[in-house]
């Protein structure tokens, strides 16, 4: 649902149903004429699900995730770490000790 070719960031998790999704930059579902949010997807049943959240929670929740999605929103993919897994990977055995191969 991008308009004109736009990236679409920030990257949200919905608090209804669990899924990771995508809204359009400029935070508008056009198709489906009303605002996007950062506590729920584009499904009509977590958009309802999501008003049932007291205000004053909701904005405490819709600061939080703003505040972990700013830090992704205008990176290009390229520039973003590569897998985590290869920046955390340990040596199983000191750089001194012998193999078979050895």
Known sequence: MSEEGE???????????GCLYMPPRTMRYTGLGY???????????????AEQIPGKLRAALEATAWRWAERW???EPSALPQRARHRAARHTRP???RSKLR
Request: include cysteine; aromatic fraction near 4%.
């Open 7 to 17: 990236g679409m960031r920030p990257v949200f998790t919905c608090h209804v149903c």
């Open 35 to 49: 605002e996007a949010s950062p506590l729920h997807c584009s499904a009509p049943s977590c958009k309802d699900g």
């Open 73 to 75: 929103m205008d990176r």
């Open 95 to 97: 750089a001194g000790a």
